[in-house]
């Protein structure tokens, strides 16, 4: 008998495209925090019936709180219901959704295995659903106007689970060897949508997750939104669950991937000051090239914390190797796990005692941007306009786990779990005029 408080899933009638959708490539999208304009342009071409219409909008001359981007998201919604070219399953069921593709450094062909679901919403204190990052605010301000008009969440807040059993897992397995409901090509990543609609296997699944704690990879943002959603509408029961897709810890194709920091807006910032205050903390190492930087960080040890650093105007790399005993005075409110991590360094040594950046700044992007690739973030620098990025190595998560069940935080951005979850293939809507539309059929 389980006692506490739980993680409690759900299967549910997901609302799908259909076939008269058409391609299912032309259809689904990256999450909408990584949709550039250029790649929602090319998504507005790839089909009129693409779900960047949905998920992200554009603002128009007169909007105003009758006629708005949320509005018309609302509206949109309910065209593509009546034309059938979305529809609602007709019964409950749990949707595996497997992800196959190439490791970007390494090449290696990986399967990340995940299935999609609804879980009950749980505030943070009830310590069943644990959240590994702080969080911005423009971000939940947006997605909740949307979630208000549209009563729907489009897009799956990935999850993460520790399973050694894998016994879900191979119940994901079962189901993958049967034809896929939806399948599609995105960015050199194959997306693959199944179906479980068997009650006992729903069962077991609902048993297996109710004895884990269950941590927030990617959707922070989205799941504070949820909350607040379901705060504000007690009287509506579908809006205290959220559409979620749960991947076990243990999984060989978990990948997470570093998220650097190129900075502007520094008034006055001269890398002569910068090298001094870093050294209190530091051992400063000045190396040939971004290449070798990032040889050197690779060839790093994950003790003590080592962070990278370009400079504009100014050739070369910078390899900081922090001094345990130096750094510990600006860490003490920080767990053993906390303390150990490049990122937690870069924010309170470099960030915050070397630049004077305040975590209230840092909270609201100011001067700060977040960029994956290593390259692109020397690029930022060197021919983009940006002062210094600081390069970060990827987090274990792991790591990320044992901070998170210890209740601990990390900064914002401070993993990159690759490749992100699509938008599209399911969405959960809660709302009382929910459609009597036509069973979803496959689209591929």
């Known amino acids: 008998m389980l006692w506490g408080p739980m993680a409690r899933i759900h299967p549910f009638q997901a609302v799908r495209y259909t076939a008269r959708a058409g391609d299912a490539s032309a259809l689904v999208t990256q999450p909408y925090d990584k949709i550039p304009d250029e790649l929602r ?4 071409a790839a089909s009129p019936y693409n779900f960047v219409r949905l998920i992200k909008g554009m603002a128009e001359p007169g909007d105003d709180d009758g006629d708005n981007v949320y509005t018309r998201a609302a509206a949109l919604l309910e065209q593509w219901l009546a034309e059938g070219i979305l529809a609602a399953d007709p019964s409950p069921a749990l949707y595996p959704y497997f992800q196959e593709f190439a490791h970007p450094d390494t090449g290696d062909r990986l399967v990340r295995k995940a299935f999609v679901c609804l879980l009950d919403l749980e505030d943070y204190d009830r310590r069943v659903v644990h959240r590994h990052e702080l969080t911005h605010r423009g971000p939940k301000v947006d997605r909740l106007r949307l ?11 990935f999850f993460l689970y520790d399973e050694p059993e894998a016994t879900v897992d191979a119940l994901l397995d079962q189901a993958a060897a049967g034809p896929p409901l939806m399948q599609a090509e995105e960015e050199g990543v194959t997306h693959t949508l199944w179906r479980i609609d068997d009650p006992l296997v729903i069962e077991t699944v609902q048993r297996a997750i109710a004895e884990r704690k269950l941590l927030i990879a990617d959707g922070h943002h989205r799941y504070e939104t949820a909350l607040a959603y379901r705060d504000a509408h007690p009287e509506e029961p579908g809006g205290a669950r959220v559409m979620v897709s749960l ?3 243990r999984s060989p194709g978990l990948v997470v991937l570093a998220t650097h920091r190129p900075l502007e807006g520094l008034d006055g910032l001269r890398l002569e000051d910068l090298l001094e205050r870093a050294g209190r903390r530091f051992d400063v190492e000045r190396l040939e090239s971004a290449e070798v ?14 962070i990278g650093m370009v400079f504009h105007g100014e050739p070369g790399a ?4 922090a001094r345990p005993d130096d750094l510990a005075p600006l860490l003490a409110d920080q767990s ?4 150990k991590l490049d990122v937690v360094a870069l924010h309170q040594a470099l960030l915050g005692d070397a630049l004077g950046i305040t975590e209230e700044d840092v909270r609201e992007l100011k001067g700060i941007s977040y960029i994956r690739g290593f390259q692109q973030a020397v690029d930022a620098v060197r ?4 002062q210094v990025a600081f390069l970060l190595r990827p987090v274990d ?3 990320v786990a044992e901070i998170a069940f210890a209740g601990g935080v990390m900064p914002q951005k401070s993993t990159d779990f690759y490749p992100k979850l699509l938008s599209g293939f399911a969405t959960y809507r809660f709302g009382s005029t929910r459609s009597k539309a036509p069973r979803a059929e496959r689209s591929q």
């Open 41 to 44: 342009e090319r998504y507005l």
């Open 147 to 157: 979630t208000e008009a549209t009563r729907a969440y489009f897009g799956q807040l």
């Open 247 to 249: 991947v076990n810890l």
């Open 293 to 306: 930087l990032r040889e050197r960080l690779d060839d790093a040890p994950p003790e003590p914390a080592a």
């Open 318 to 321: 910078w390899l900081f190797t």
């Open 336 to 339: 053993p796990a906390q303390r």
């Open 383 to 386: 021919t983009g306009g940006k």
């Open 397 to 399: 998560a792991a790591e």
